[in-house]
């Protein structure tokens, strides 16, 4: 008897808490505004962090027709108890503020997480007799090129492990004296016994070198033309791997140029318009951001604003720093997809020591020419 009473007990705390009495009330309270939203179960314990441009619409569809939902989905609405919310001026506060929340709380249910290991480097041991191509998850002043940090294991993985298929150097920790299994499969060289190839080797090393370094496209030549010949000789299978390999190999360029983005050190001064009324204002040094502050656009100080914006940056020579720990890279890769993707107008400043007259005028134009855009920003 006790434990029915207790079953129907749950069972109706869990129908006054779905049915509406706090959910819809919350929901009802939901501003059409950027936000994150932290879903909480029975045991107040916050199960998923989320955020939205659209708080309302975004935590009422959960609520919503169950037959839209994945069975993940579902399983994550059967364990909501409750929720909070916080909002924000911009979806790029959102962006930042849910990454630092997933950081807090762990929640089961954020697919963030399984992205919550250390991100790797590529190394080239240029200091060895036969360089190799690895991954490492630590930078060592030993000599070698260090390449990163990438964000996605599993595509660098891959990526790497096709160069070094195409480039066929070796895979091996030591050379050893007879020749290996990758060497018998055409994958390998084979500097363990034909130690007279070293141009060869080393020629096939600064083609992978210049490809990462952003300064030569050889490698992916040597790519398409293989991927051609092969299916000439109507080998389509090796040719689809070819092309597959390929792909990853373009995937890694991109996300070279973020890298590159990454640790550019760069000074912005971004602006986006909330509404037709408002904007926002950042400052950012090395994608910290120094200064926001949310602005009546008919209200505006354009002189004031300049002078401010001088004095944050006009520090004389910085101290430049690469970036390394993943938190930092986290919201550095937010922040410059974010930009990049929703085009925000920015104004870069370059100069470590600034000109001030030179400055004023430059900062003054794109502050006025910004501010009067109407609706949402684009370049």
Same mark, same amino acid.
């Given at each position: 008897?006790?434990?029915?009473?207790?079953?129907?007990?749950?069972?109706?705390?869990?129908?006054?808490?779905?049915?509406?009495?706090?959910?819809?009330?919350?929901?009802?309270?939901?501003?059409?505004?950027?936000?994150?939203?932290?879903?909480?179960?029975?045991?107040?314990?916050?199960?998923?962090?989320?955020?939205?441009?659209?708080?309302?619409?975004?935590?009422?569809?959960?609520?919503?027709?169950?037959?839209?939902?994945?069975?993940?989905?579902?399983?994550?609405?059967?364990?909501?108890?409750?929720?909070?919310?916080?909002?924000?001026?911009?979806?790029?506060?959102?962006?930042?503020?849910?990454?630092?929340?997933?950081?807090?709380?762990?929640?089961?249910?954020?697919?963030?997480?399984?992205?919550?290991?250390?991100?790797?480097?590529?190394?080239?041991?240029?200091?060895?007799?036969?360089?190799?191509?690895?991954?490492?998850?630590?930078?060592?002043?030993?000599?070698?090129?260090?390449?990163?940090?990438?964000?996605?294991?599993?595509?660098?993985?891959?990526?790497?492990?096709?160069?070094?298929?195409?480039?066929?150097?070796?895979?091996?920790?030591?050379?050893?004296?007879?020749?290996?299994?990758?060497?018998?499969?055409?994958?390998?060289?084979?500097?363990? $016994? !034909?130690?007279?190839? +070293? @141009?060869?080797?080393? *020629?096939?090393?600064?083609?992978?070198? #210049?490809?990462?370094?952003? %300064?030569?496209?050889?490698?992916?030549?040597?790519?398409?033309?293989?991927?051609?010949?092969?299916?000439?000789?109507?080998?389509?299978?090796?040719?689809?791997?070819?092309?597959?390999?390929?792909?990853?190999?373009?995937?890694?360029?991109?996300?070279?140029?973020?890298?590159?983005?990454?640790?550019?050190?760069?000074?912005?001064?971004?602006?986006?318009?909330?509404?037709?009324?408002?904007?926002?204002?950042?400052?950012?040094?090395?994608?910290?951001?120094?200064?926001?502050?949310?602005?009546?656009?008919?209200?505006?100080?354009?002189?004031?604003?300049?002078?401010?914006?001088?004095?944050?940056?006009?520090?004389?020579?910085?101290?430049?720093?690469?970036?390394?720990?993943?938190?930092?890279?986290?919201?550095?890769?937010? $922040? !410059?997809?974010?930009? +990049? @993707?929703?085009?925000? *107008?920015?104004?870069?400043?370059?100069? #470590?020591?600034?000109?001030? %007259?030179?400055?004023?005028?430059?900062?003054?134009?794109?502050?006025?020419?910004?501010?009067?855009?109407?609706?949402?920003?684009?370049?």
């Amino acid at each position: 008897m006790i434990y029915r009473e207790s079953k129907i007990y749950k069972y109706i705390k869990a129908v006054l808490v779905y049915g509406g009495i706090i959910v819809k009330q919350k929901i009802k309270e939901l501003k059409e505004c950027p936000g994150v939203y932290l879903m909480k179960d029975s045991s107040n314990i916050v199960i998923y962090v989320g955020k939205s441009k659209n708080l309302r619409r975004r935590v009422s569809s959960y609520f919503g027709n169950k037959n839209h939902k994945s069975s993940k989905v579902q399983k994550l609405v059967k364990n909501i108890h409750d929720f909070e919310y916080i909002t924000t001026d911009t979806e790029l506060e959102a962006l930042l503020l849910e990454c630092k929340l997933i950081k807090t709380y762990k929640p089961t249910y954020n697919k963030l997480l399984k992205n919550n290991e250390r991100y790797p480097y590529i190394k080239i041991t240029i200091k060895e007799e036969f360089p190799r191509v690895v991954l490492c998850y630590e930078k060592h002043d030993d000599g070698s090129l260090y390449y990163g940090p990438f964000t996605n294991f599993n595509s660098t993985y891959q990526a790497v492990n096709s160069i070094i298929d195409m480039a066929k150097i070796r895979k091996c920790s030591s050379v050893s004296k007879s020749a290996c299994l990758n060497y018998n499969l055409n994958l390998c060289l084979g500097v363990c $016994i !034909n130690k007279n190839i +070293k @141009n060869e080797y080393m *020629d096939e090393v600064k083609i992978i070198i #210049d490809y990462l370094s952003l %300064k030569d496209d050889g490698l992916i030549e040597r790519f398409n033309d293989l991927m051609e010949s092969s299916a000439l000789e109507l080998n389509f299978e090796l040719a689809a791997k070819i092309r597959d390999d390929l792909g990853r190999v373009r995937y890694l360029k991109q996300d070279l140029y973020n890298v590159e983005l990454l640790n550019s050190n760069r000074r912005l001064v971004v602006i986006e318009h909330i509404d037709e009324n408002y904007i926002k204002i950042f400052c950012m040094d090395n994608n910290d951001i120094l200064y926001r502050e949310k602005y009546l656009v008919k209200d505006i100080n354009i002189n004031f604003m300049t002078k401010m914006i001088f004095s944050l940056f006009n520090t004389g020579n910085r101290e430049l720093d690469t970036v390394d720990l993943k938190e930092v890279i986290d919201e550095a890769m937010i $922040i !410059n997809s974010y930009l +990049k @993707n929703n085009h925000i *107008d920015y104004f870069e400043v370059k100069d #470590d020591i600034i000109d001030e %007259k030179k400055f004023t005028i430059e900062i003054k134009e794109f502050i006025e020419k910004t501010i009067h855009k109407k609706g949402r920003v684009i370049l």
